[in-house]
C-alpha cells in the first residue's frame, strides 16, 4: 500500500517513526510504502528521514505523480476555507483513494460533502487524530455502529483544562497561561484554544459523525476561558465546585461554554491537559479519557486509523 503523507511536522515525524517500528512487529504492516512526503517546502519523492524536497509542486500534482492508495493528512489546519486539504481530499477520494488525516479543519467545515464523496466512490476516511488524538473516541464510536447517539459532553481542549486547573490551584491567568507555554501545552498564539475555537471543531466533527447530523463549524455558539477570573474561581472553589470549558451536543442544543461542574460529575475530575469524552446512547453511558494531544498520541490515532483501513473496518 502507497503513502503520500502532507505535513512533515511534529505529527508526520511521530508517524513515520511509529510506522518503522510498528513494522517490525505487525506483519499486517509490512508492506505499507511510504511513496512521497509533501509540505510547503515541496514535495520529497520516496521515504527518508530528514526532509529533502525534490521539486516545487502541488498536493494535487502530488497525486498524480505518486498515485497513493491512502493520503495521510498531518499539516497544519486552516479554518479558512481548509484549503489545500480540502481539495486534496475531493481529487484522492473521487479517484478511491483513502484519506487519513489528523487535521481538524477539513472535516470541521466540510464534513458531509466529504462523507458523500467517500461513500459514493468506496473510499474511506480516518480521523481518530482529529479529536483526541490516539485516545479512542472517534474509533469507539465505529465499533458502535448502531446504538444511537442522543448526548455528548467533554472536556476536548487540553490547553485550557491545564489553565483552569491551574486557576484552581491559585494562579492567575497570565501565570497559568505563561506556564502552560513554558511546558509546551499552549501555542506561542494560543487564542485558538483559549476562545473555545478548537473545542468547537472537535465537537463539530464528533456530531457529524455520532449523532449523523450535517452541521458546519460555526453553526452553534462557542465561548472560550477568556474572562474568568481567579475570584470567580475562587469563589465557586468556596462552594465545593470547579468550571470547566464544556462541549456539549443533545437533539436540541450545540455549544461550547464554560460550566460550573459539582463534584457528582465525573468531569469533576478531570484535570491539567487530560481531556474527557461522554456518550449518552441509547443503550449506556461510556465515559473515556485520556491525552487529547501529543505528536505520539495523534501519531497513534493515524496509525490505529491505517490498521483499521487494511483490517476492512474502517
Ligand atoms: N501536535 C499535536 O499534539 C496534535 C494532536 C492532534 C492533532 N494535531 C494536528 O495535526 C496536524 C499537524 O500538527 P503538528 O503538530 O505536526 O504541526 P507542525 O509541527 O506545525 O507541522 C505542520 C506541517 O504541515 C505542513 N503544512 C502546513 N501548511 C501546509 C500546506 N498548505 N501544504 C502542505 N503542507 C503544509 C508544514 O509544512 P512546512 O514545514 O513546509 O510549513 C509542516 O510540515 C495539525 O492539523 C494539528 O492540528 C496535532
Given at each position: ?7 512533515y ?25 511510504i511513496?512521497g512526503?509533501i509540505?510547503?517546502?515541496?514535495l520529497?519523492?520516496?521515504d527518508?528521514?530528514?526532509f529533502n524536497?525534490d521539486?516545487k509542486t ?12 491512502v ?7 486552516n479554518?479558512?476555507d481548509?484549503e489545500?486539504?480540502v481539495?486534496?481530499?475531493v481529487?484522492?477520494l473521487?479517484?478511491g483513494i483513502h484519506?487519513i488525516?489528523?487535521?481538524k ?17 468506496g473510499?474511506?476516511?480516518?480521523f ?9 473516541s ?14 455528548i459532553?467533554?472536556?476536548?481542549n487540553g490547553?485550557?483544562n491545564y489553565?483552569?486547573?491551574?486557576m484552581?490551584?491559585?494562579?492567575n491567568?497570565e501565570e497559568?497561561?505563561n506556564?502552560a ?11 485558538l484554544d483559549l476562545?473555545?475555537?478548537?473545542a468547537a ?11 449523523n447530523r450535517s452541521?458546519?463549524?460555526g453553526d452553534?455558539k462557542?465561548?472560550g ?13 468556596s462552594?465545593?465546585k ?6 456539549y ?13 459539582s463534584s ?10 487530560e481531556?474527557?469524552l461522554?456518550i449518552?446512547?441509547e ?6 479519557r485520556g491525552p487529547?494531544a501529543?505528536?505520539i ?5 493515524a ?7 487494511l483490517?476492512?473496518c474502517l
Amino acid at each position: 500500500m502507497r503513502l503520500l503523507l502532507i505535513g512533515y511536522g511534529n505529527v508526520g515525524r511521530a508517524f513515520r517513526k511509529l510506522l518503522k517500528e510498528k513494522s517490525e512487529k505487525y506483519p499486517i504492516l509490512q508492506n505499507i510504502k511510504i511513496e512521497g512526503i509533501i509540505t510547503r517546502r515541496g514535495l520529497m519523492i520516496g521515504d527518508k528521514e530528514n526532509f529533502n524536497p525534490d521539486k516545487k509542486t502541488t498536493i494535487l500534482e502530488a497525486i498524480d505523480e505518486i498515485q497513493p492508495d491512502v493520503i495521510v493528512d498531518m499539516s497544519s489546519p486552516n479554518y479558512k476555507d481548509g484549503e489545500p486539504s480540502v481539495s486534496a481530499y475531493v481529487k484522492a477520494l473521487s479517484n478511491g483513494i483513502h484519506v487519513i488525516t489528523t487535521n481538524k479543519a477539513p472535516l470541521a467545515l466540510k464534513f458531509r460533502e466529504l462523507m458523500e464523496i467517500a461513500e459514493s466512490k468506496g473510499a474511506k476516511i480516518g480521523f481518530q487524530g482529529t479529536v483526541m488524538s490516539g485516545t479512542p473516541s472517534i474509533n469507539l464510536f465505529r465499533v458502535q455502529p448502531v446504538a444511537e447517539v442522543f448526548r455528548i459532553r467533554g472536556i476536548l481542549n487540553g490547553t485550557t483544562n491545564y489553565i483552569l486547573s491551574r486557576m484552581y490551584e491559585g494562579l492567575n491567568f497570565e501565570e497559568a497561561l505563561n506556564e502552560a507555554k513554558e511546558k509546551g501545552y499552549a501555542e506561542e498564539d494560543p487564542t485558538l484554544d483559549l476562545n473555545g475555537f478548537d473545542a468547537a471543531a472537535k465537537l463539530t466533527i464528533l456530531v457529524n459523525f455520532m449523532m449523523n447530523r450535517s452541521i458546519r463549524l460555526g453553526d452553534f455558539k462557542f465561548k472560550g476561558i477568556e474572562g474568568i477570573s481567579s475570584d470567580e474561581i475562587r469563589r465557586i472553589k468556596s462552594e465545593g465546585k470547579k468550571i470547566k470549558l464544556i462541549a456539549y451536543a443533545d437533539n436540541y442544543t450545540i455549544e461550547v461554554s464554560p460550566k460550573v461542574l459539582s463534584s457528582q460529575d465525573p468531569l469533576f475530575y478531570i484535570d491539567g491537559v487530560e481531556n474527557a469524552l461522554e456518550i449518552e446512547n441509547e443503550i449506556q453511558r461510556i465515559i473515556i479519557r485520556g491525552p487529547g494531544a501529543g505528536p505520539i498520541n495523534a501519531a497513534y490515532g493515524a496509525l490505529t486509523d491505517l490498521v483499521l483501513l487494511l483490517k476492512g473496518c474502517l
